[in-house]
């Protein structure tokens, strides 16, 4: 039987909680938005003109359905067109917006790492090839992540995202590896679960409130409630990959 070679990770609630470093980087986008463009601060909390960009980000989707997994470039438009609906130029808008955009960009790049995340990530990389897959827009080498990450996939710069196939497929052929040579971790039943197992590759379900699993018609090979046991996990099923005739 072949051994795992390499493992990939998603990022986003499995590194570190999403809800926590996005509520910071969108308090400190609008922080700065308000101090540049009174007419926001008049008309918006927070909360208001997060409804507001979400209805523009679901129009440009349904008008330019390319841009479903363009999420940066999304969210710097849907602010300009917020902006512009409040007599700001398209050139001015943009510009704001994207000052905005990098202000976010960098809180979105300082999060808490949930306990034992780096130095997991450091016993694997001794061990294994480590890839990042993510449909988000936090980049692992930006985090600094790229000393155990070999390779980071995000759904933005390859057009398409989890759970289908072609990011999983895409990271096995830059490796060089087989399905069945590879493990994926994450935290969603759906994008890193299925698109994993879709794709041939074992899975581990990163579940740190312990949920009950909910899917009838899969399941993840293994199943871990802190990361420390990540090593553990993969060695348990290597152990169970060789018992296979
Ligand atoms: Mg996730």
């Given at each position: 039987m072949p051994d795992i070679k390499l493992i990939c990770f998603d990022l986003d609630d499995t590194l570190w909680s999403t809800k926590q470093v996005m509520m910071e980087a969108e308090k400190q986008a609008f922080?700065?938005?308000s101090q540049n463009a009174t007419v926001i601060a008049e008309h918006y909390d927070m909360m208001s003109l997060f409804q507001a960009r979400?209805?523009?980000w679901k129009q440009l989707t349904a008008s330019h359905p390319q841009?479903?997994?363009?999420?940066s470039q999304l969210r710097r438009q849907s602010l300009s067109l917020v902006l512009q609906d409040h007599n700001f130029s398209q050139s001015g808008a943009d510009q704001l917006s994207d000052e905005i955009f990098q202000c976010f960009m960098h809180w979105r790049h300082k999060p808490i790492y949930f306990e034992h995340a780096e130095e997991t990530l450091a016993q694997l990389s001794e061990q294994?090839?480590?890839a990042a897959i993510t449909n988000g827009n936090a980049c692992s080498k930006r985090l600094g992540l790229d000393k155990y990450f070999t390779?980071?996939?995000s759904a933005e710069?390859?057009?398409i995202g989890k759970p289908e196939p072609?990011?999983?497929v895409h990271t096995l052929k830059h490796f060089n590896v087989k399905a069945e040579e590879a493990l994926h971790i994450g935290d969603n039943p759906s994008d890193d679960v299925l698109g994993a197992r879709q794709a041939g590759l074992y899975t581990i379900w990163y579940n740190p409130k312990s949920n009950p699993w909910k899917e009838a018609d899969y399941k993840a090979s293994l199943e871990v409630d802190q990361l420390n046991k990540i090593p553990a996990a993969v060695e348990r099923l290597q152990a169970n990959l060789q018992m296979k005739p």
């Amino acid at each position: 039987m072949p051994d795992i070679k390499l493992i990939c990770f998603d990022l986003d609630d499995t590194l570190w909680s999403t809800k926590q470093v996005m509520m910071e980087a969108e308090k400190q986008a609008f922080t700065l938005l308000s101090q540049n463009a009174t007419v926001i601060a008049e008309h918006y909390d927070m909360m208001s003109l997060f409804q507001a960009r979400v209805k523009k980000w679901k129009q440009l989707t349904a008008s330019h359905p390319q841009l479903k997994y363009q999420i940066s470039q999304l969210r710097r438009q849907s602010l300009s067109l917020v902006l512009q609906d409040h007599n700001f130029s398209q050139s001015g808008a943009d510009q704001l917006s994207d000052e905005i955009f990098q202000c976010f960009m960098h809180w979105r790049h300082k999060p808490i790492y949930f306990e034992h995340a780096e130095e997991t990530l450091a016993q694997l990389s001794e061990q294994y090839q480590l890839a990042a897959i993510t449909n988000g827009n936090a980049c692992s080498k930006r985090l600094g992540l790229d000393k155990y990450f070999t390779l980071h996939i995000s759904a933005e710069d390859l057009g398409i995202g989890k759970p289908e196939p072609e990011p999983f497929v895409h990271t096995l052929k830059h490796f060089n590896v087989k399905a069945e040579e590879a493990l994926h971790i994450g935290d969603n039943p759906s994008d890193d679960v299925l698109g994993a197992r879709q794709a041939g590759l074992y899975t581990i379900w990163y579940n740190p409130k312990s949920n009950p699993w909910k899917e009838a018609d899969y399941k993840a090979s293994l199943e871990v409630d802190q990361l420390n046991k990540i090593p553990a996990a993969v060695e348990r099923l290597q152990a169970n990959l060789q018992m296979k005739p």
